[in-house]
């Protein structure tokens, strides 16, 4: 099993910048990606970034950058560096560690504002 605990969301200007942080607990050597989704109202969760083991990233075309995914071993914790941020990045963002039997944790979620 693996705990995710998110922090870093809040209300910020568009043109501003939040970071997230996502701090792992468990067993975390089952751990293939980490990852970060949001999900918007009235919309599907999608998928913003990824870290695979191995220094791997993928990022969704709407936040390429501007965003910036990255982990901390010691701390066993992802962040998302949130840069130039538009009102249209609103949603809720989610902390997602994916295993290598493809099993899927997910954090609570964060709630990130926007404003115009």
């Known amino acids: 099993q693996v705990q995710l605990v998110e922090s870093g969301g809040g209300l910020v200007q568009a043109g501003g910048s939040l970071r997230l942080s996502c701090a792992a607990s468990g067993s975390i050597s089952s751990i293939r990606a980490r990852g970060w989704y949001r999900q918007a109202p009235g919309k599907q969760r999608e998928l913003v970034a990824v870290?695979?083991?191995?220094?791997?990233?993928n990022y969704a075309d709407s936040v390429k950058g501007r965003f910036t995914i990255s982990r901390d071993n010691a701390r066993n914790t992802v962040y998302l560096q949130m840069n130039s941020l538009k009102p249209e990045d609103t949603a809720v963002y989610y902390c997602?560690?994916?295993?290598?039997?493809?099993?899927?944790?997910w954090g609570q979620g964060t709630q990130v504002t926007v404003s115009s």
């Open positions: 997602n560690f994916r295993t290598y039997a493809f099993n899927d944790y």
């Open positions: 870290l695979v083991n191995g220094g791997t990233t």
